[in-house]
């Protein structure tokens, strides 16, 4: 079955530091990606996606991810760090038949 | 229009009473969907509805009941809940794909607290 895996359940990272959030896969299919950004009190934001098109991926606000079938990896990474993206950021994995399946999270922190 | 809405924002029911949980979209999306978010973990499915048929029920208890009245509109109907019920209730839209990635679209949520 296909799912994500997110390691480090919180990062702390000090403004204007890089931000790397880790997420690796497990599937037997070439599988369809997601990151999605969560604010306090509020629904999920898609963040960027892969759907096999590149392997690295460009999304909104600075953010970009890199699949790495080798590794089975698609880790986030932003260059500098923003009080703004403090958030909570989940991996996902579309399994078909319109069912996605989440990561436990990723808490971030930006320390001024 | 790219936004999915969710009615009520906040909503504190007691075990007896009845609600409903309302959510709209008008992306011409086919496939919606509910999640039950607890605190500091991610969203749990619940439900999800492809061209306004019920196509997974993640073994939800029969007290939350789905429904969709046409391709805009999905309602959860809440009755005789438990105070574990309180959580952050997500709903979500995408076009269906079999075998395709779906993006989802997520609403803000409805803050759930039952006493």
């Known amino acids: 079955a296909q799912s994500v895996t997110q390691l480090g359940s919180h990062v702390s990272v000090s403004e204007g530091a890089l931000v790397l959030l880790r997420c690796n896969y497990s599937?037997?299919?070439?599988?369809?990606l997601f990151w999605y950004v969560q604010y306090p009190n509020q629904g999920l934001q898609l963040l960027l996606k892969?759907?096999?098109?590149?392997?690295l991926v460009k999304g909104i606000n600075g953010f970009e991810a890199e699949f790495k079938k080798s590794e089975t990896s698609f880790h986030l990474t932003k260059p500098s760090a923003h009080m703004s993206d403090a958030a909570e950021y989940f991996c996902?994995?579309?399994?078909?038949?319109?069912?996605?399946?989440f990561g436990a999270g990723t808490r971030l922190t930006v320390k001024p | 229009d790219t936004e999915v809405t969710q009615t009520p924002k906040h909503l504190v029911m007691g075990m007896t009473n009845k609600k409903s949980l309302k959510c709209e979209q008008h992306?011409?999306?086919?496939?919606m969907y509910w999640y039950k978010q607890k605190a500091k973990k991610p969203p749990e499915l619940m439900f999800v509805?492809?061209?306004?048929?019920?196509?997974i029920n993640e073994s939800v208890p029969s007290r939350f009941s789905p429904e969709c009245p046409n391709s805009s509109l999905l309602n959860l109907h809440l009755h005789a809940l438990q105070p574990e019920d309180s959580a952050l209730y997500l709903c979500?839209?995408?076009?269906?794909?079999?075998?395709?990635?779906?993006?989802?679209?997520f609403g803000p949520g409805t803050r759930l607290t039952v006493l």
């Open positions: 979500a839209s995408s076009q269906p794909r079999d075998n395709l990635y779906n993006e989802q679209f």
């Open positions: 599937s037997s299919v070439p599988p369809y």
């Open positions: 892969y759907t096999s098109a590149a392997t």
């Open positions: 996902a994995v579309s399994v078909g038949n319109n069912d996605m399946r």
């Open positions: 992306m011409g999306h086919r496939a």
């Open positions: 509805y492809s061209y306004e048929k019920l196509s």
